[in-house]
């Protein structure tokens, strides 16, 4: 379509200019002022131009502070997320998608539902239930009375306790509860044409069969997207990590970059530094979005529909 | 569809155990506790009726804290909404930096909300950051550390800053599904570039414009979390304090679990009932044919 649309393409080209600076401009200053040193944060403020401490500042942030293994946790929880969503939406939503069950609305809804309350919401009873994952079961056998039955039998009552907090266990599995990949999955599933599951049940395959032959192989991109969604939703999370691991050492980067700062005023922090940190931070990810920004996008929009 | 016995149960086990372990028992957890006096390190228990409630409900630090709440949730999210629309409305044309565009908008989803946080504190720094030199003309203009309104807008820039991408995206993709035929049709009916945003593109992606409001009211007050514990810490003299961080403050430093728990159930049943408004009153004007 050929138009005069001068103006707009004009406004459009200085909007986009405006949302790249802001989007880059923080990026940039970080990294150069990573790449300065203190004294020269001290004299001149923050530093537009890059300098040559670049990897001075790094290589304090990697001797002096704890950031090397807490980014080794991040991968570790960030990894186990996105795998533990994939592999446990997966299931559900072939379930609820391929199964005669009278229950599959319900299970659907209720694992749905968690969309709508964050865990950032829930945290102070997320981190009861993780200092104690019986606690639930403790409760049922002492309100139902059973205890007290097992107390006239056995002498004492039933009372268990298993913490989660500060492991790894413990830092994902209250990410993983959460509907966005069963959601995903269904949608891909109901998309999916019915001839397909006839003709394989025509073939002799069984759900397993069906699952792993036919299913899979088809659902690799929505899998792909959702893996690259989860991780880096497992590798930005803040407020979980920091009450669920309590030292330093089971902690994740980015809790661990929020804690280099430090919490008295006075003295100016030593920012190049702090900015280094967040520079090897951040590396993972964006390299993450840069090499897999399809699977990003795609999943960004499947999981809306 | 297989008709089989124990496997579709088998399947969904696993994670329907982690959903009521980690949701549904927490859930329930705070509002049980909001109604009990709730002793630290499980001291035990005491029934107390609405106690809880009447003492939070009197307290004028929880209905400032909600206020606050309010007011980042309006300003917050719908600068969060409308600045990647105009981005998305530009990138949807084909000019030579709409693809460069549409790859960097994306970036902030891979840097940490914290991570963002640490970095805008050090930009807004009144002594060193971006400010600096305004500082020494305007002595005292611009400082976050004594100005609550200051602070509050840092507050508001790394919100936005991080809300870009999903929106974005969801926005951009909700204008190039828009059929071409339309365009065209409005086109040869007279309606140039600027009249087609208002009269194509933005009544065409209201579901689109509709669901990133209804996530992004959630979003903007759950995850402002990260934001201040990095940049404010609630200060200055607690100007943001919004409830997500006074809950934390009041269970983890304060122990003071029923409090706590009791402005947690009052935060979710707000956030449930702003959805469901959302849902029945704004979702029922929209229209999804095309």
């Known amino acids: 379509m050929v138009e005069k649309a001068r103006s707009i393409n004009i406004t459009a080209t200085l909007l986009l200019i405006i949302g790249i600076v802001y989007i880059v401009g923080p990026l940039y200053l970080t990294l150069s002022t990573a790449s300065q040193s203190y004294e020269y944060m001290l004299r001149n403020g923050l530093a ?22 807490q980014m080794l946790n991040s991968m570790t929880v960030a990894f186990s997320n996105a795998l533990a969503t994939c592999a446990l939406s997966f299931l559900s939503a072939y379930a609820i998608v391929y199964f005669r069950i009278r229950w599959a609305g319900i299970v659907f809804a209720l694992i749905l539902a968690t969309i709508m309350l964050p865990l950032d919401i829930r945290v102070i009873t997320t981190y009861q239930v993780a200092s104690n994952i019986f606690s639930p079961l403790n409760a049922v056998l002492d309100f139902t009375g059973l205890n007290s039955l097992i107390a006239d039998i056995f002498g004492t009552p039933v009372h268990l306790e298993l913490s989660v907090l500060d492991t790894r266990f413990g830092l994902v599995a209250p990410l993983v509860a959460h509907g966005t990949g069963t959601f995903l999955f269904r949608q891909f599933f109901l998309t999916l044409p019915k001839d397909l599951f006839k003709a394989a049940r025509m073939d002799g395959a069984g759900p397993i069969r069906f699952l792993i032959d036919i299913l899979l192989p088809l659902s ?26 309590s030292t330093p050492d089971m902690q994740t980067a980015v809790v661990g970059l929020a804690r280099l700062v430090p919490d008295a005023d006075g003295q100016v922090p030593d920012f190049p530094m702090i900015m280094a940190g967040a520079v090897l931070v951040s590396l993972v990810p964006l390299a993450m979005i840069a090499l897999l920004q399809r699977y990003l996008v795609q999943g960004l929009v499947l999981s809306e529909k | 569809m297989f008709s089989h016995r124990w496997l579709p149960l088998l399947l969904v086990a696993p994670l329907m155990l982690l959903v009521v372990l980690f949701f549904y028992i927490p859930v329930f957890q705070a509002f049980y506790w909001s109604f009990f006096l709730e002793q630290p390190f499980g001291g035990g228990s005491q029934f107390v009726g609405l106690e809880n409630f009447k003492r939070v409900l009197s307290d004028p630090e929880f209905w400032m804290a909600g206020w606050r709440t309010i007011v980042f949730m309006l300003t917050a999210s719908l600068l969060a909404v409308v600045v990647p629309l105009m981005l998305a409305i530009a990138a949807d044309r084909r000019i030579a930096l709409s693809f460069p565009a549409r790859n960097i908008l994306v970036w902030p989803k891979g840097v940490a909300g914290a991570s963002i946080g640490v970095v805008f504190a050090f930009l807004f720094n009144p002594f060193v950051g971006l400010m600096a030199p305004f500082n020494t003309l305007f002595p005292g203009a611009w400082n976050p550390g004594i100005d609550g309104t200051d602070a509050f807008i840092t507050l508001v820039a790394a919100h936005v800053w991080s809300g870009i991408p999903f929106n974005f995206v969801i926005l951009l993709a909700g204008l190039r599904s828009i059929p071409h035929t339309l365009t065209q049709a409005a086109a040869i009916d007279g309606a140039g570039p600027w009249r087609r945003i208002f009269d194509v593109q933005l009544p065409l992606i209201m579901p689109q414009l509709f669901l990133t409001f209804v996530l992004e009211f959630t979003e903007s007050i759950t995850s402002v979390f990260a934001l201040i514990d990095t940049i404010t810490k609630g200060g200055p003299g607690g100007s943001t304090t919004l409830l997500v961080y006074k809950i934390y403050v009041d269970g983890f430093s304060g122990f003071d679990l029923s409090g706590a728990s009791t402005q947690t159930a009052i935060l979710m049943v707000f956030v449930l009932l702003l959805a469901a408004c959302q849902f029945f009153y704004l979702g029922r004007r929209i229209n999804y044919e095309r």
């Not at chain 1, 537009?48 to 293994?69: C, D, Q």
């Not at chain 1, 792909?224 to 669920?244: E, H, I, K, M, N």
């Open chain 1, 48 to 69: 537009w131009i890059p300098g040559g401490e670049l990897f001075a500042n790094m290589s304090k942030v990697i001797h002096e502070t704890r950031i090397p293994i």
């Open chain 1, 220 to 245: 690799r991109t929505s899998v792909a997207s959702l893996f690259v969604l989860t991780f880096l939703s497992g590798w930005t999370q803040y407020l979980w990590p920091l009450v669920g691991a």
